[in-house]
């Protein structure tokens, strides 16, 4: 398996509170990637990094942010979380980023009550 | 909105049948991918096929390509329970470097 952990795996927080969760690497990959999962959606791209301190949004990146200060993490952040972020989180890593597969996390479980 | 719709949303066949399940996509491919999940776990990458190739084998899993028509079909021949799972077809648009994702096909296989 590739060396990817996603922490905390399962997490409930209040509206309004900020949460960050950590994807962590050790396969030395250029792209890192946070995804949220949810029913009738698939999985929809929230931001993506192309190299330390390199990233851009996805198709879902309102209320979220992300650092990546290093290669080997790739934090998400959700400013003031809402009830409509409740939802599973998932980490990908790519060498290249278009041309060779993705490796994924186990996911995070984030409920926000 | 998303790149690839995937058809149909749920299967359900008897166990050594064929499966077969589709996707349709929008703009201009680098490749598409398909991915499985079991439930309540990570996505786990099938295969890659590159938009100058239109048919792709891995063991029991045969992929189709047909860019003139943006779609492409995955096949699992002589399915297992152990298939039972839900599969994603990802596009690289030409010049992207990330995967856009289908909703998925819930595939059930029945012993």
């Known amino acids: 398996d590739a060396g990817i952990t996603q922490s905390p795996r399962h997490k409930v927080t209040e509206t309004g509170t900020p949460v960050t969760l950590r994807c962590h690497q050790t396969?030395?990959?250029?792209?890192m990637y946070w995804y949220r999962q949810d029913p009738g959606h698939g999985l929809r791209l929230i931001h993506y990094?192309?190299?330390?301190?390199?990233?851009d949004k996805g198709e879902v990146s309102d209320g979220y942010s992300v650092s990546r200060s290093k290669t080997e993490d790739f934090l998400l952040t959700l400013e003031s979380a809402t009830s409509s972020q409740t939802s599973v989180y998932f980490c990908?890593?790519?060498?290249?980023?278009?041309?060779?597969?993705?490796?994924f996390g186990q996911g995070t479980r984030l409920t926000v009550v | 909105s998303q790149q690839g719709e995937e058809d149909p949303q749920a299967l359900s066949i008897q166990e050594g049948e064929n499966a077969t399940m589709n996707c349709s996509y929008k703009?201009?491919?680098?490749?598409l991918q398909w991915y499985r999940q079991n439930s309540g776990r990570g996505l786990v990458h099938l295969i890659l096929?590159?938009?100058?190739?239109r048919e792709k084998h891995s063991g029991r899993l045969r992929v189709t390509l047909d860019t003139s028509k943006k779609s492409s079909s995955l096949l699992i021949t002589a399915s297992r329970a152990a298939d039972t799972a839900s599969y994603f077809c990802?596009?690289?648009?030409?010049?992207?470097?990330?995967?856009?994702f289908g909703q998925g096909t819930r595939l059930t296989i029945n012993p």
């Open positions: 990908a890593i790519s060498p290249t980023g278009q041309d060779t597969e993705a490796f």
């Open positions: 396969e030395n990959h250029r792209y």
């Open positions: 990094s192309y190299g330390v301190k390199d990233t």
């Open positions: 703009t201009s491919i680098n490749n």
């Open positions: 096929i590159r938009s100058n190739e």
């Open positions: 990802a596009t690289v648009g030409k010049g992207a470097q990330k995967l856009v």
